[in-house]
Each structure stands twice: as C-alpha cells, then as structure tokens.
C-alpha cells in the first residue's frame, strides 16, 4: 500500500496563489506517475495534472494550463501543485494520486482517474470572488 497525505489547502481571494504538497509512503515513489485530481460539491471528480515518474513530462487540464504548475522531488517522496490566479471556479477539494509507471507513456495515460490506484484523503482549496 502507499500512503499519501495532502496539505496546504485553504482560503484564498481570487488572483491568490496556495502550493498543494502531497507526501507519499510505503512504495518507491520513484516508480509511480502522480496526479493531482479535484471534485467541486455536484460535480465528478476531475482531472488537473500529472508529472511522470521522473518528473521529464507533465500534462496539465486545459482549465489550468498556464496558471498551475506541478512538480515532485523523489529524494523527498513529495509532490507539488503551484497554483497561481486562483479563480472561484477552481474550488474544489484537491487529491493526489499514484498510478504505477516507472516509464513515459502518452498524456491519455496519465488523465484517467480509474488508473490511479492509490489517492490520498483530499484538502480543501476554497477561493473567494
């Protein structure tokens, strides 16, 4: 099993920034592609981005693109969701995900929420208008 703990969530005005971090346990984190995934009260669980096991690809949502950066350091089994120009609309609670994947594969490979095995307990991202 791996364990995975989020933190830094929290309230923030619109246009403010938050870091997500996620610290994983239990697994070599090294052989693990890691997602960071967000479900908004009525709505599905979304995907927002993921990072390959080196941290060499990324992929992000298109609602995200250029505003959220994710980023993992392996010496540290941790993973990173920057988050800048936060908008209302990016309320949700956030989760981190571990899918075993110790190679690159393509981007459809790393958007689905069925294929991550292991998800943390979720932190809640709450921005203001």
């Known amino acids: 099993q791996m364990q995975l703990v989020e933190s830094g969530g929290g309230l923030v005005q619109a246009g403010g920034s938050l870091r997500l971090s996620c610290a994983a346990s239990?697994?070599?984190?090294?052989?693990?592609?890691m997602g960071w995934f967000r479900q908004a009260p009525g709505k599905e669980r979304e995907f927002v981005a993921a990072i390959s096991w080196s941290g060499a690809n990324t992929y992000y949502a298109d609602s995200v693109k250029g505003r959220f950066t994710i980023s993992r350091d392996n010496a540290k089994n941790t993973v990173y969701l920057e988050m800048n120009s936060l908008k209302p609309e990016d309320t949700a609670v956030y989760y981190c995900?571990?899918?075993?994947?110790?190679?690159?594969?393509?981007?459809?490979?790393?958007?689905?929420?069925?294929?991550?095995?292991?998800w943390g307990q979720g932190t809640q991202v709450t921005v203001s208008s």
């Open positions: 239990g697994r070599t984190f090294s052989n693990y592609a």
């Open positions: 995900a571990a899918r075993f994947m110790p190679y690159t594969s393509s981007s459809r490979d790393y958007t689905g929420r069925s294929d991550y095995a292991y």
